[in-house]
C-alpha cells in the first residue's frame, strides 16, 4: 500500500522550505518595525468557540471545519482561522489588564478548513495575521491597514489595490439587517436552501453566498454605508481622512462584507492584478471586530486585525534570488581511518560555528566532489591514507580552486584566513 498526503494537503520539502523561511523572517521584520509581539496558541480549540467567534452560520464554520470528538467525548476543531484562538487567550490570561492598552499580536501557521482543492486553495493552509487589542480608534485601523499593505509592498506585489467598506456598529448593523430582509423577502423562493436559513438567523450572510451570487437582486441589495449611524459614520469618515493624508490609495467598496461574523465597522481587502497571482486575488483581508472579546466573556474590548494566506503570499515573492546559503566546508574522507577522523574534525568544526558535512557513502572522489558542489561547498576538505598518515588534511577553496596541506592543528586558523569574500564566524 503506497501512502499519500490526505488531499489538500502540501508537502513543503527542502528547496522550498528556505523560501517559507525567507517570508516568515520578513515578516517578522516588518512586525518588529510596527512593534507587533508575536503570540502562539494552539491549533486545536474547543469546536464552541468557533461557532461562537466565526459565527455558525458562516461557510467557515457551517460547512468547512474539521472537528472531532476526542477521547473524553469532547468536541474538538482544527483552528479554521486565527483570531478566536487569540481573541479565547486574551481573555483567559487577562491581557485587557496589562498595563499598556493597546496589545498589538501576529501570529503564523497553519489553518484547516475542509474546502474543495483548487489552484491556491488548500484544506491546510497558513495565514500570517495581526490582531490589536484594545484601542477603538480609526488611528488603529489605519496602523493595521498600513501594515497589510507595508507586507504587499515588501513582496514587491503590483496593481495592489485597498478595498474598504464599513459594517458600523450594532446599531447601524441592526438598521441594515432589516433593509437586507426587505429586500430579499420577495426572492425568497429563489434562493438557496442556506440562504434562507441565512435570511431568518444572518441575513448579512446572503451576501457572500457562492451559490446565489448570480442572482439580480444580489446585485441591488442595500450597502451597509447607507445605513450607518452616526457615531459609525464619523469612525469611518476619520478613517477616509487619514488615508487620505497619508496619501494611502483606497477604493470604497461597498459590497465588501467578509466571510466571518465578528466583524464590525471597518473592513477592508487587499486584492492584487498582479500576474503572478491572477487578476482580482485577495492576498488578505480584515476589519475591526468590537463585539468579539466580550462575546467570548471577556471585558467589552476594541480589536482590529487582519490575516494574510502565505501560500499567496509565497507566490508573489517568487522564486527569484534564491541564494542558497552554501555550506563553509565538505569533508571528504577516503578509507574506514579517514572517515573516523573526518567525523573529529567536522565536530570541531561544527563547534566552531561552521557548517559542515561528509560523505557517508564511501565513493570515491569524484562523487564526493559532485556532493561538495551540490551544496555549494566552500571549502573542500580531503582526507586519504597518507593524510591521516601525516596528520594534515587537504583543503581545496572550491572558488579559487586553490589546494593546500593543513596540520590538524591549524585547520581553523586557515579556514578563517582563507575565507574569500570573508565569513561571520569571528
Ligand atoms: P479569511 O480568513 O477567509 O479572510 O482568509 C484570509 C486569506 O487566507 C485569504 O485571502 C487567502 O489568501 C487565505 N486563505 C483562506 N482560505 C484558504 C485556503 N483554503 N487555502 C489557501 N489560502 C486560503
Known sequence: MAYIAPRGTVDILPGKSEQWIKLEQLLRT??????????????????????????????????????????????????????????????????????????????????????????????????????????????????????????????????VKLHLNSLGDEESRDAYRAALQEHFKDCLDDLCYDCKQRFEKNPLRILDCKVDKNHPAMKNAPKTIDYLSEKAKAHFTKVCELLDDLEVEYEIDTNLVRGLDYYSHTVFEIISDDPKLGAGATVGGGGRYNGLVEELGGPATPGVGFAFGMERLLIALGDEDQDEEGLDVYLMPLGAEAKDLAMQIMTMLRANGFTCDMDYCDRGLKGQFKSADRFNAHFSLILGESEVENEVVNIKCNHTREQNVVKLENIVEFIENHYEGGHEHE
Open 30 to 159: 516588518i512586525s518588529a518595525n510596527y512593534n507587533v509581539k508575536e503570540m502562539r496558541t494552539p491549533i486545536f480549540e474547543h469546536t464552541e468557540l468557533f461557532n461562537r467567534a466565526v459565527g455558525d452560520t458562516t461557510d467557515v464554520v457551517s460547512k468547512e471545519m474539521y472537528t472531532f470528538e476526542d477521547k473524553k467525548g469532547r468536541s474538538i476543531t482544527l483552528r479554521p482561522e486565527g483570531t478566536a484562538g487569540i481573541a479565547r487567550s486574551y481573555v483567559e490570561n487577562k491581557m485587557y489588564a496589562l498595563p499598556e492598552k493597546l496589545q498589538k499580536v501576529y501570529y503564523m501557521g497553519p489553518m484547516f478548513r475542509y474546502e474543495r482543492p483548487q489552484n491556491g486553495r488548500q484544506r491546510q493552509f497558513h495565514q500570517y495575521g495581526v490582531e490589536m487589542l484594545g484601542v477603538e480608534s480609526p488611528y488603529v485601523d489605519v496602523e493595521c491597514m498600513l501594515m497589510a499593505i507595508t507586507v504587499v509592498e515588501a513582496l514587491g506585489l503590483k496593481d
